[in-house]
């Protein structure tokens, strides 16, 4: 690679290091809006063409104001384009041949050519002829073409043949370059929009300013022929019409209406109940944007119909919301793209297996494996690659959308990936690594956990295609990090009541610094910040420990430089973001800098993440109760999004709502109160502070229970099995299966972690009705509320009562003494499982003494679960 002191230069030196220079034969090409966008990058290169003692020829053939005065060191040639291409090339060709070896050349607006000719073919050949041409004389060339003027085909011809291709755009008077291609040189920041400040090219660090820059551009179909525009284009094209007419007052609002129904079917989605609340939110120009930003054809699917709907309905519902959030470019594969690729990868009868409640996960592994290397068509391939044009080296999330995810009464929450790319490197290795990703998506259809869950709820037969929505990853530049100031979840109702002050209809967020993944996924002993929205100082830990103790430590970003997702300790990432308000964020711990010798502070880190001044000193908690309820309303059921916020050195902040769905919570329910005198030896276990799901009584008919000091002794292969030994136990069958089961166990459920809990999937889980974490496997360990992760929104659909016990606390007891003196089932029940009968105890009620029952009594808004015998009757 040529080094930048080696190379020749544009005469602005900071363009210079945003390019790496310039390099002999180097044609470079300015796609601009209007030739005044085009002109000031005029003078500097002629300036720096005669500094360099290079002859300087400049091409006049257009209609626009000359490009370079008639002066001295400047070879000016008119020529005449409506003499005919041939003896307008030639000329052209003539000019180059007698000048000298490495002139450097300007060339008028090529697209005047186009409309002298009649033809952008002829322009693009002019263009393939030429560019070569002025490549082997060791020639620098520049180019103007206008954007949105041209066939798709001709500027991907112009793109391919030319060395260097970049956009201009102009926003609030300030011009930004964008580079799209830039052949044999590459920096970290090349691809991404720069800001023309003074005498510097500066990278735009932000998502928020890049998306608002380059969403004002008009975006043209994805699809490059639209000649033969077929049934799915053609709807759209109709659609353009049916605007234009309605514009003209030719046609009614009941024509409008009519294709908005027409669109609605063929690009988003053909669920009756999504589509009476799209049809009140969303217009015909939404779901034109949408056709211009779609690559295939087909359905945008359930998580991109969320993210529009939720911001169409803010949007409606106050106009001081455009304000608010952050500007979405997102892109979308449509759903015909996935079975397309099943076809032509020879896929497609083993796919259809599936559909078999019998044999559903027969030979899913093989397929799974096949997708992963699949091929894209040419056609497809193309398509990425324009989108990733756009995107250049901003990092992007591919999002799984299918057509029956984040509906009505299924979330598919966890079910199908969705894959964080840094999106650095060549466009060769971006669009390798954006393929391998969609792939990834694609196989994930056929995990068993996504299976499993379509065959629950019996929904193995209907039509499912996956989708994808493509998304500018919010957030900022820091160093070598990528991330936004924060990231969560939020339910507009609030399932979890641990405080009578505590309004369940207020909602609550589940809150990190960073990243969401931390807010979403179970995978450590780390704490997001949960939020009650109408009381956010009162926390759900208030009373069990050291508020400072349970933080948050650990923050996902994307390492640029790795090129991936990594987890970083806070302190770490500070230190390289000197730029980021932490006053906003994090408290001082006070204790440390007490005991910390005056000289050393500086040494120690005094930062915990508590947002405390977040909470109590600025609108958020207020501005997230408003967006909740508004969404709610329009839903007409409770609601769980996820969001991202970054805030500006004016002290603003900008909100980017990524994602929304129902949220399938039962809301406050009464339940009576348990026995006042409950014998001890009648006692099972009795919790008080961490309740999640509706208030009930039931019957208890097998419990489970996870022996914590046993089990805390294991090493970790062995707790592997146990986790094993739970899903065989709760999915037995027949006259051995159990209707109401407990699971009682040690840490956290769910975890990827062993040392933390035990390791089970929810499907291994997934028919018990009651489960409880026991903070006794060490005593550092509290239990995550689990609010807004996906193993919560499984608890949540599968209606399953949650609460975490406290054995050492007051309002917390566990009769380990009755459940450790009753028959263990384990032997009885799997018989090849029994040597793992001191960690994992089956209790049965029958067991316990025969004709009393075992109720459980949970109440959620008093935070009380009391489970018993029932009294004797003599």
Known sequence: MVQVSEQLGTGLPGLDRALRGLIPGDNIVWQIDSVDQYVPFIEPYSTSARDRGRQLVYFRFADHEALLADQPGVDIHRLDPHAGFEAFIAEIHQTIKQSDRGAWYVFDCLSALAVAWRSDTMLGNFFVLTCPYLYDVDAIAYFGLTRHLHAPQTVGRIMDTTQVFLDIYRHKERLYVHPIKVQQRHSPTMYMLHAWQEDDFLPVADSATTAEILSTIPCLSMEADRSNLGVWHGEFRRAEETLEGLRRNELGEEEAHGMLQQLLRTAVTRNPQMLDLLEQYLTIEDILAIGRRIVGTGLIGGKAIGMLLARAILKQTDPQWNDILEVHDSFYVGSDVFFTFLVQNGLWWEWQKHRD???????????????????????????????????????????????????????????YESVFLANQGSPEQRLHDFMSAVRTIYSSMMSEKALSYRQRRGMLAQDEQMALLVQRVSGAVHDRLFFPDLGGVGFSYNPYVWSDNIDPRAGVLRLVFGLGTRAVDRTDDDYPRVVALNAPERRPVAGYDDVLQYAQRRVDVIDLQANQLVTEDFEQVIRQSPDVPIELFASRDERLDHFTPAGSRDERFPWVLTFETLLSETDYVGTMRRMLGSIEKAYGCPVDVEFTTNFRPDDGYLINLVQCRPLQVKTHCTVADPPEQIADDDLVLQAHGAVMGHSRISNVDRIIYVVPSIYGSLPLRDRYSIARVIGKLVHLKGSEAAETVMLLGPGRWGTSMPSLGVPVSFSEISNISILSEIVAMHDNLVPDVSLGTHFFNELVEADILYFAMFPDRDGNTLNGTLLGQMPNRLRDLIPEEAQWSTAVRVVDASDLDAGRPVILNANTFTQDVVCYREASQC
């Open 357 to 415: 409640p019998t044999q559903y996960l027969h030979d899913a592994e093989h397929v799974r494996r096949h997708i992963v290397v699949g091929k894209f068509s040419e056609h497809i391939r193309a398509q990425f690659q324009k989108m990733l044009h756009y995107f250049g080296q901003s990092p992007i999330i591919v999002r799984s959308s299918s057509l029956l995810e984040d509906s009505f009464g299924h979330s598919f929450a966890g079910k």
